[in-house]
């Protein structure tokens, strides 16, 4: 039986660091060129503004941005200064600048959609299993939904990448939203928003797994989805994980079908397709 209090910290071990995947993109297409209707107060805060913008090295543009926030702090640019800032820190794999203009922006505009986007993926890639600061993470996911469903297409941005970039908000906040619910013990909100990150990208490892427990740990467990989504972590693991993840696997199939010969046949399953079918049921495989 996997530890309670540890069971997920093993596999969100094995993600991959920070990413805005996506972001970047978006950033890129804005910095190229980009017209912003910024009210400026001069000619020489606008001159500023667009130095730093069209900048192509990251370290110098991060020196210019911030020069610029330092000489202009009640600028209306601000907020679109911080916005390029932040992806350049992003660019350069500086978690700390990351987390600290994460921060800045939210401050400045605490609903600032790429602000709680990068925030929501620093949640990801700092969570250890500890209960503290989970009230202000949820807080921070349905905001970060309910920004997204305001959204509209910035300038300078493909409708393409928009809604590439909106799927994976979406993914990002739900799944934050799921992994503070499974932590409460809160499993029908587990269920909710980590199908749905799931459904965002089925081959996140993490998502799928903490979906699966929130399956198998509710009273009474629902056992034809959690083991399923075992079964998916399993097929995602690298070698040492998936070996816990088969012990349990079998463990629970022992649990509730009496036998652990079902395991085999719900791996095989799983390894063909990211989600069960319509009305799935684990009894119709024996």
Same mark, same amino acid.
């Given at each position: ?105 939210? %401050?400045? &505009? @605490?609903?600032? #959609? ?5 925030? $929501? ?7 250890? !299993? +500890? ?67 799931? %459904?965002? &990208? @089925?081959?996140? #490892? ?5 979906? $699966? ?7 009474? !467990? +629902? ?64």
């Amino acid at each position: 039986m996997i530890p309670k209090t540890k069971r997920v910290c093993f596999v969100i071990s094995v993600l991959v660091g920070f990413s805005t995947s996506g972001f970047t993109q978006q950033a890129s297409e804005q910095a190229t060129g980009c017209e912003y209707s910024i009210a400026f107060n001069d000619s020489g805060e606008k001159s500023s503004f667009l130095e730093a913008q069209r900048e192509s090295g990251s370290s110098a543009k991060v020196t210019k941005l911030e020069l610029f926030l330092k000489l202009y702090p009640n600028s209306a640019g601000t907020e679109k200064v911080l916005e390029i800032l932040l992806e350049t820190y992003e660019q350069l794999g500086n978690v700390e600048q990351i987390r600290a203009t994460v921060n800045r922006l939210l %401050q400045k &505009d @605490p609903d600032n #959609l790429l602000g709680l986007w990068a925030s $929501a993926k620093l949640f990801e890639f700092n969570e250890k !299993g +500890e209960s503290s600061g989970y009230q202000e993470n949820w807080e921070l996911a349905m905001r970060g939904l309910r920004a997204l469903q305001k959204a509209a297409k910035p300038q300078c941005v493909s409708a393409s990448t928009f809604a590439k970039q909106n799927v994976k908000m979406a993914e990002a906040f739900n799944g934050v939203a799921g992994t503070v619910a499974l932590k409460k013990r809160d499993f029908p909100n587990a269920q909710r928003y980590l199908h749905a990150a799931v %459904q965002s &990208d @089925p081959n996140h #490892l993490g998502y799928v797994y903490e979906l $699966a427990l929130s399956y198998l740990l509710v009273q009474p !467990g +629902e056992p034809d989805q959690g083991l399923f989504f075992l079964a998916r972590a399993a097929s995602l693991s690298p070698a040492d994980a998936r070996t816990r993840l088969d012990v349990y696997g079998k463990q629970q199939s022992l649990k509730y079908y009496d036998s652990d010969r079902i395991w085999p046949l719900i791996k095989t399953l799983a390894e063909k397709q990211p989600l069960p079918p319509p009305g799935f049921r684990i009894k119709d495989l024996r």
